[in-house]
């Protein structure tokens, strides 16, 4: 071995020269460094560039999202919201609905940033070549026929002032901008992402102070009488607390309690018993005011007509023909027209739909001008259901906290346990008629319904903290187990089945509560139209809106169209599950909206806040009545209804009456308040995904303000007697901007107001966080 290294190492001395390929013992050196410590460099190495690789597919993928963000919402994507989405598994089938559009956005880029490499490389080497006074790699193999250096420096001089320039220039513009809006539209991947993973939402609580000292002094006070406990804002500090609401303490809180009801009601009370033993309340998913029922004459149908773009009566006899069969129940259910010829065809295609046998003007009271609570479902049913406002920040902490209002199940709960407590002293309380209690006897139960998942939002645990019996949802109707499964249930969405899949519980659920005596609080929500808006395969598709070529802008508002004809025909057969156990005239139907149309996320326009209110009963006068208030009136009203129709004893008519002032919402079968005292009953929507923008309106005069709650976001002003579509909003990025305008466009009062309209939302998003207890 001895001689053998020896001969190998006088052979690489004596031919260094002669063999460049044998290694030197420099060479050597590096080699024995390769062996030993040289593989981690190259592991090292080999990390670094799979880590670059990693962020740089991570930084695609986030640019992907942005595009198809904008393609599928309109708005950039909110990365925190993303995340929280994401991390729900019903909510990664949200996230997959717009596959298709990240993958187009993905082509787009991909392809874009193929084509202009080489060029952006290039110009990219010239320009810091020049810079530098380098020869680039171009230019390397031609540095014989450069010019000298002083040429070279004198050359590349222009390119160095430009240079200065734009960094000087792009500095001062940095320090000097407003902070508004241009930190926000300057931000870019990764920061943005990573911006949303450290920022959380803000829990403080600010100024709870009430703006408008002025109106709440002690002269406005009021004392206490019968139900009423009075009304002295900082009289007695309540509302300081965390997690409390006094109605007595509310600078916000309008009553009407102390006015009659409507005269009509009045009279049809006098005149006939009007029972109502059991109460059905329908969210229905997507419902804007104007398909509910569907009218001739509206935006909505000038703008299908227009798509057409012809003046062909055939064509548009055609187009009005199918749009006269699309709401028919929510005509009948409204008693609102929708304006249409009736032809021959569409009234034999109405011999399977649902006919009401309430008498000739009766029906129910339908309401015009009520708005959402909140675009977002969740929320919204919280203010349905309880008759609160719910918590402005993104998504559902709510159901977290605790909520400073009973439920309408809870209040029903309520009454079951004061009957249990009296029954117990005194027995004969609980009597007996003809075989059957009393319908002031019966206990209540409560019975949610709906045909799609439970568990995105954690709904199912909202519902139970609201104080649902029962619920039934796409998890127990899929079981194979389950009742009424059967083979070949087909999903119409990233959700779950169509509504007619809990068609044989609801029939259950009345069957079951007749059989047992007892008194029903059904709530159904209906999903057809959400977002993807599917329809079963077997289900008749129309076309309303024209084709549209290539870019088909009008497919999905063809499809919004065909789920909602489909869910009209479903309330109909709700309709017909009551007329069949013969209860139609014993129960009181409430049919409201949980959030107006798919384009709600950070999307505050107004249609997407106006919604359908309707108080069924076949023995109710029929009545059309105009109150700009929100869904929170819904509990009030349905405890008034039963109060003064008799369908409650004296114990829990007394409760119901106490917790009637209670309520922040105004009955709407009472002249609605829109001002008292110089105070407005001011109304507040939250829009999708909660935290972002707040919809502020009064009952008192035709204006709305769109409230950032965080710099992203703009301010909108509308009139609405003005502009009643909201085509043309005003909008500016501060208050300050924004003001003189709508003073010199709508006048003094309007300026005033939007001025305070700014301040009450910001009292209300902060007094919001103290009664949840938001911490």
């Known amino acids: 071995m001895k001689d053998s290294t020896t001969s190998t190492s006088s052979n690489n001395n004596s031919n260094t020269n002669a063999s460049p390929s044998i290694p030197s013992l420099s060479d050597r050196r590096r080699s024995s460094a390769s062996s030993s410590g040289g593989g981690l460099f190259a592991n090292l190495q080999s990390q670094k560039r799979e880590s670059n690789t990693s962020a740089d597919m991570a930084n695609r993928r986030a640019s992907w999202a942005e595009q198809a963000s904008k393609g599928v919402t309109g708005n950039e994507i909110r990365w925190e919201a993303a995340t929280a989405t994401g991390s729900d598994p019903e909510g990664v089938r949200l996230l997959l609905s717009g596959i298709k559009t990240f993958m187009a956005a993905a082509s787009v880029i ?95 609580h600010g100024d709870q102070t009430f703006p408008l000292t002025a109106l709440v002094g002690e002269e406005y006070w009021e004392g206490p009488h019968d139900h009423f406990k009075g009304w002295a804002p900082g009289m007695t500090g309540e509302n300081s607390t965390l997690g409390h609401y006094s109605a007595m303490d509310d600078p916000l809180r309008i009553t009407n309690l102390d006015y009659e009801m409507i005269e009509p009601l009045t009279r049809a009370l006098k005149d006939h018993e009007i029972p109502i033993t059991h109460v059905v309340l329908v969210l229905m998913e997507s419902a804007r005011k104007d398909i509910f029922p569907f009218r001739a004459g509206s935006h909505l149908h000038e703008e299908i007509l227009s798509s057409w773009n012809t003046q062909d009566p055939g064509i548009l006899q055609r187009v009005n023909e199918k749009l006269s069969n699309l709401t028919p129940v929510a005509e009948k259910l409204t008693g609102q027209s929708g304006g249409f010829m009736k032809s021959q065809n569409s009234s034999r295609s109405h011999d399977t739909q649902w006919k009401d046998t309430a008498a000739a003007g009766m029906g129910g009271i339908n309401i015009d001008g009520i708005l959402t609570g909140s675009t977002l479902s969740f929320k919204s049913a919280i203010v349905n259901y309880c008759g609160m406002g719910p918590l402005p920040v993104d998504f559902m902490d709510e159901v977290k906290a605790k909520t400073y209002q009973p439920c309408i199940m809870q209040v029903f709960d309520m009454f079951n346990q004061v009957k249990e407590n009296a029954t117990t002293k005194d027995p004969s309380l609980h009597g007996s008629h003809g075989g059957l209690k009393s319908m002031h006897d019966r206990n209540w139960t409560s019975v949610f319904l709906q045909s799609i998942t439970g568990l995105y939002d954690e709904q199912d645990q909202l519902n139970e903290k609201m104080g649902f019996e029962k619920s039934i949802y796409r998890e127990q109707i899929e079981e194979e187990g389950a009742k009424h499964f059967h083979p070949g249930m087909e999903e119409i969405n990233y959700f779950g089945y169509p509504e007619y899949e809990v068609y044989p519980y609801l029939r259950d659920v009345v069957s079951q509560t007749i059989q047992k005596d007892e008194r029903l609080f059904l709530s159904h929500f209906t999903s057809t139209t959400h977002h993807p808006w599917g329809t079963p395969k077997d289900y008749l598709v129309e076309k309303y809106f024209s084709d549209d070529g290539l870019v088909a802008k009008h497919e999905e508002m063809n499809q919004y169209l065909n789920a909602v004809r489909y869910v009209d025909a479903w309330l109909g057969d709700m309709m017909k599950v009551l007329d069949e156990f013969e209860i139609a005239n014993e129960t009181g139907q409430a049919f409201n909206e949980d959030a107006p149309v798919s384009g709600t996320y950070e999307n505050g326009h107004i249609s997407n806040f106006r919604i359908p209110l309707l108080f069924r009963h076949p023995l109710l006068p029929k009545l059309q009545i105009t109150a700009n208030a929100t869904s929170m009136s819904v509990v009030p009203t349905i405890l008034d209804l039963l109060v003064n129709t008799g369908s409650l004893n004296e114990m829990d008519s007394n409760a119901a009456l106490d917790l009637m002032n209670e309520y922040e919402g105004q009955s709407l079968i009472r002249p609605y308040q829109a001002t008292h005292n110089g105070r407005q009953a001011w109304n507040f929507g939250i829009i999708n995904p909660g935290g972002t923008m707040l919809s502020v309106g009064s009952a008192a005069v035709p204006y709305r303000l769109i409230l950032p709650l965080n710099p992203d976001f703009e301010y909108f002003f509308s009139n609405m007697d003005i502009d009643p579509n909201e085509l043309a909003p005003l909008r500016g990025w501060s208050l300050e901007e924004l003001t003189p305008r709508v003073k010199r466009l709508h006048g003094g009062n309007a300026g005033k107001w939007l001025v305070d309209a700014e301040k009450v939302g910001k009292y209300w998003v902060e007094e919001q966080k103290r009664r949840w207890n938001y911490q």
């Not at 940033?113 to 230019?139: C, D, I, V």
């Not at 026929?145 to 734009?166: G, H, N």
């Not at 513009?173 to 300057?186: A, D, E, I, K, W």
């Open 110 to 204: 991909i392809t874009l940033s193929w084509l202009l490499k080489n060029g952006l490389y290039y110009a990219m080497g010239h320009w810091l070549s020049a810079l530098f006074n380098r020869p680039s790699t171009e230019e390397a193999d031609k540095e014989a026929l450069l010019p000298s250096s002083e040429e070279k420096a004198s050359a590349s001089s222009p390119v160095r002032l430009w240079t200065i320039m734009t960094v000087v220039t792009v500095a001062t513009l940095r320090f000097t901008r407003p902070q508004v809006p241009y930190t926000h539209m300057s931000g870019a991947i990764p920061f943005t992402f990573f911006q949303a993973l450290r920022s959380g939402p803000n829990k403080g």
